[in-house]
C-alpha cells in the first residue's frame, strides 16, 4: 500500500512557475513508476507526465513538453514536477499516482494507475 499526498500547488501568473511535490509512504515505493495527472472543471482527467522507477525513463504529454519535468528521489520517497512557462491552460487540479506494476513502456492511461493522492490545485492567471 502506498500513500500519496501532493503539495506546491497555488495561484501564480501566466509565464511564472511552479514545482509541485508528491510525498510517498510505503517501503515498495522505489519499486513503482509514478505519473502526474490533471483534471481541469469539466473536462477529463488527463495524463502529464510519467517517470519509471530507475528513472531513466520519462514520458510527457505533447501539451507540456519542454515546459515541464519531472524527477523523483526514492531515498525520500518524493516526485516532483517542476512546471515552467505556464498558461492559463495549464490550470487544473493535479494528481500524482503510482502504477506497481512493471511496464516495457510507461503508462498514461490513469485506469492503469493503482494509487492516488488527494491532488493539489493550480491556477494559471492570464
Known amino acids: 500500500q502506498v500513500q500519496l499526498v501532493e503539495s506546491g500547488g497555488g495561484l501564480v501568473q501566466a509565464g511564472g512557475s511552479l514545482r509541485l511535490s508528491c510525498a510517498a509512504s510505503?517501503?515498495?515505493?522505489?519499486?513503482?513508476?509514478m505519473g502526474w495527472f490533471r483534471q481541469a472543471p469539466g473536462k477529463e482527467r488527463e495524463f502529464v507526465t510519467s517517470?519509471?522507477?530507475?528513472?531513466?525513463?520519462?514520458y510527457y504529454a505533447d501539451s507540456v513538453k519542454g515546459r515541464f519535468t519531472i524527477s523523483r528521489d526514492n531515498a525520500k520517497n518524493t516526485v516532483s514536477l517542476q512546471m515552467n512557462s505556464l498558461k492559463p491552460e495549464d490550470t487544473a487540479v493535479y494528481y500524482c499516482?503510482?502504477?506497481?506494476?512493471?511496464?516495457?513502456?510507461?503508462?498514461?492511461?490513469?485506469?492503469?494507475?493503482?494509487?492516488w493522492g488527494q491532488g493539489t490545485q493550480v491556477t494559471v492567471s492570464s
Open positions: 499516482a503510482a502504477d506497481r506494476r512493471y511496464r516495457v513502456v510507461l503508462s498514461t492511461n490513469p485506469l492503469t494507475y493503482d494509487y
Open positions: 517517470i519509471s522507477w530507475s528513472c531513466t525513463s520519462t
Open positions: 510505503g517501503r515498495t515505493f522505489s519499486n513503482y513508476a
